[in-house]
């Protein structure tokens, strides 16, 4: 399945790039595809190791914030594969098809 | 902590509420606290039991549909209970304050 | 249609209900049919109705603070009307057909 | 500002390229900026701009599906430009600050 990560930890003040940062390496350690989108981060993999890389993610938001919003949105296609790659690029090939 | 659950199962038609009901009963059984709203279900619970709880919620829509798109909103505030309550008690407070 | 608002002004500590109260004293003076729920407050309108009070709702939040992010929701179904309280029902009403 | 855009017809069976490509030719005629990623697709500029080009491509899709669930996620912060470049370049910079 595809997921898109965002996490937005409170009381930190409005740039949160350092904590971001973070966050991003324990995505990158994980071992899991992924790859940054301007608001998120899009991981694919099987359930159970997505979210627990999710709960990891959010726990290091937690320790640096004492209020942290995270939102989780989930693609979960019977067969599909590579679906980072593979979403854009059905779109892609539509809409050459439709010019 | 308390989440936001919104469950979307492609290719079911226009009309959800039979799906959607089918998972309600999963989150009725699982003991923890929840409430409907216009737009999704709040539950509240510690991470491990919502989220096993939310994975349980998915695999009855993924049943029932090939392709589904789940929302999972997370608000997690050390020391905060009853969120399900609180969260609008302390808004409904605040306007108070104010008027 | 129906949507769910959700805002999150960002470098306002980790207490937002005061921030909250001053927003959705601008929900309720709009007019609109609304209801709070634990993670946004649920409105129904027409588009522009319904967009036009967004943007009055984050452009309070942006006053408050210079960095913003506001989630919207958005359930538009050709010909329903108070799915504030129907989208409920007819999940509850599905519920009862089936124990 | 910067919004992500996710637009899921229902009621239109599991594969939604052909639908996503003709809404995301309405993007691409607007004139703004926008990137797909792999759940939604990202676009740049002024509020009453975006948040029209939004409405135009859910119309296009409720004329494709009675039931249309969109979501926007908004992301404002003053001053801030190209934010569709800079949000995934100063998490970089961040991440190889630490390294």
Do not use: F
């Not at 995505?27 to 099987?46: A, F, H, Q």
């Not at 999710?54 to 590579?82: F, L, N």
């Amino acid at each position: 399945m595809l997921i898109e990560l965002s996490i937005n930890p409170l009381g930190r003040g409005t740039h949160l790039s350092q904590d971001l940062a973070e966050i991003l390496k324990i995505v990158d350690w994980s071992g899991l595809k992924y790859c940054l989108t301007p608001l998120g981060t899009c991981i694919e993999g099987e359930w159970d190791d997505v979210m627990a890389l999710v709960k990891r993610c959010h726990e290091e938001a937690r320790r640096r914030s004492m209020h942290v919003m995270t939102t989780v949105r989930i693609e979960d296609e019977a067969g599909a594969t590579d679906k980072l790659n593979e979403n854009i690029a059905s779109v892609e090939r539509a809409v050459g098809a439709i010019n």
